[in-house]
Each structure stands twice: as structure tokens, then as C-alpha cells.
């Protein structure tokens, strides 16, 4: 089991940047693809974005590609997402979860879960 932490949320204005992070406390960090989730209010969660273990892949959803990118520090076992021109769509808890070596489309690989920031984007 990893244990995740994000941080990194907040209130943001609409074209602005926020980025956040997700710490991990595993011994083998290497080997787990990271994804980043997001819900919000009355809305099904999303998958936002996600990194393999060695970070030679990333996957993005149509609605942030552009806007939005995920990079790893294996030596600090945190995975970032820079998220810059923020929309009030993007408005929701983000989550970051963990899964072994590849990302996936399905949320089953995912088994170990953070505990959500909140980002919201609003004048």
C-alpha cells in the first residue's frame, strides 16, 4: 500500500496557475504510474492526467492537453501537475493515486488513493 499526500490547492482566478503535488511514502516509488484524479460537485470523477513509474509516458485528458502538465521527482517521490489557465470548469478536489508501473484508463489499477485538495477557480 503507498500512502499519498496532496497539497498544493487553493482559490485561483480564471487564467491563473496553480500547481500541485502529491508526496508518496513508499520505498518503491519507482515503480508505480501516478494518476491524478478530479471530482467535482454532482459530477463523476475524472481522470485528469497520469505518469508512468519511469515518467516516459503521460496521458492527458482532452480538456486540460495544453493547459495542464505532470511531471515526476523520483528522488523526492512526488509527482507535480501544473495546471495553468484555469477555467471555472476546472473547479474540483483533485486526487492523486497510485498504481503499478503503467497508467491505465480504468480506475481499478488505482489502489492506493490520497486524501484530495481542493482547487477552486473563480473571480
Known amino acids: 500500500q503507498v500512502q499519498l499526500v496532496e497539497s498544493g490547492g487553493g482559490l485561483v482566478q480564471p487564467g491563473g496557475s496553480l500547481r500541485l503535488s502529491c508526496a508518496a511514502s513508499t520505498f518503491y516509488f519507482n515503480d508505480y504510474a501516478i494518476g491524478w484524479f478530479r471530482q467535482a460537485p454532482g459530477k463523476e470523477r475524472e481522470g485528469v492526467s497520469c505518469?508512468?513509474?519511469?515518467?516516459?509516458?503521460?496521458q492527458y485528458a482532452d480538456s486540460v492537453k495544453g493547459r495542464f502538465t505532470i511531471s515526476r521527482d523520483n528522488a523526492k517521490k512526488t509527482v507535480y501537475l501544473q495546471m495553468n489557465s484555469l477555467t471555472p470548469e476546472d473547479t474540483a478536489v483533485y486526487y492523486c493515486?497510485?498504481?503499478?508501473?503503467?497508467?491505465?484508463?480504468?480506475?481499478?489499477?488505482?489502489?492506493?488513493w490520497g486524501q484530495g485538495t481542493q482547487v477552486t477557480v473563480s473571480s
Open positions: 505518469i508512468s513509474y519511469s515518467g516516459g509516458s503521460t
Open positions: 493515486a497510485a498504481a503499478k508501473y503503467f497508467c491505465s484508463a480504468s480506475v481499478r489499477p488505482f489502489g492506493s
